[in-house]
């Protein structure tokens, strides 16, 4: 998982996967133009891509100041991965400075210039999981992270100009995830704008012909 928002001032991204720095140099995008990184939790498929965002940073001599903001647990995990896949790399020199933020739940926080207000949700990844409500530049994002259903989602997505939902299955319950159908059960609750599905598995891509509302593709680009 990895979004990128863009406003007139700022980059900012949304979980960093594994594969978030190779997919962001292929959509053309500086990875040093990025000044913000919101993690939802701490699971490979969305924090993963920090420590090739932070070694590449490191190479191409990147001077920005880099935040990176999630949950409880945030920075030691990152240490750890970065150790793990390349040892003596989270001491290595840098020219540009990492400040890490560990969001409190229901705290509306600012990170840099945008606010985020973490609600924990229903996932296991050995520390909280986030949903994410994001104020950037006027505009609401909400992300629902990994979870099943939960009042948490409301909560998160209420207002939002855009809520980015996760939808592994159509219409299979499995512990932890979503699916298709019970997001559409409770869609007038939401009460967002717009929803855009994401983190589909292939049973989920197998229906989207079916679907009532947007599924996401790499490089999908939305303006609001
Ligand atoms: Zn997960
Ligand atoms: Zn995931």
Redesign the pocket.
């Known amino acids: ?1 990895c979004i990128l928002a863009e406003s007139d001032d700022q980059s900012l991204l949304v979980d960093c996967g594994a594969s978030s720095l190779v997919a962001l140099k292929g959509a053309g995008v500086d990875p040093n133009s990025i000044g913000t990184v919101l993690i939802s939790h701490l ?1 490979g ?2 924090f993963g891509g920090l420590p090739f965002l932070i070694l590449d940073g490191q190479i191409s001599k990147r001077t920005g100041r880099l935040r990176i903001a999630g949950p409880p647990g945030l920075e030691t995990r990152v240490t750890q991965a970065m150790e793990v896949l390349f040892p003596g790399s989270s001491g290595g020199h840098r020219a540009f400075d990492i400040q890490f933020q560990e969001l409190p739940e229901g705290v509306p926080t600012s990170v840099g210039s945008v606010t985020v207000t973490p609600y924990e949700v229903l996932h296991v990844c050995g520390a909280p999981p986030y949903a994410l409500r994001v104020e950037i530049d006027g505009r609401i994002i909400a992300y629902s992270g ?1 979870t099943e259903w939960t009042d948490r989602l409301v909560a998160a997505a209420s207002g939002a100009d855009l809520f980015i939902c ?1 939808s592994y299955f159509f219409d299979e319950k499995v512990r932890f995830h979503l699916d298709y159908s019970t997001i559409m059960k409770h869609r007038s609750e939401l009460g967002c704008r717009r929803i855009v599905l994401t ?1 589909m598995s292939s049973d989920m891509l197998g229906h989207l012909s079916e679907l009532e509302v947007e599924a996401a593709y790499d490089g999908f680009e939305i303006t609001l």
């Open positions: 998982m699971h498929d969305h990994d996760e983190h």
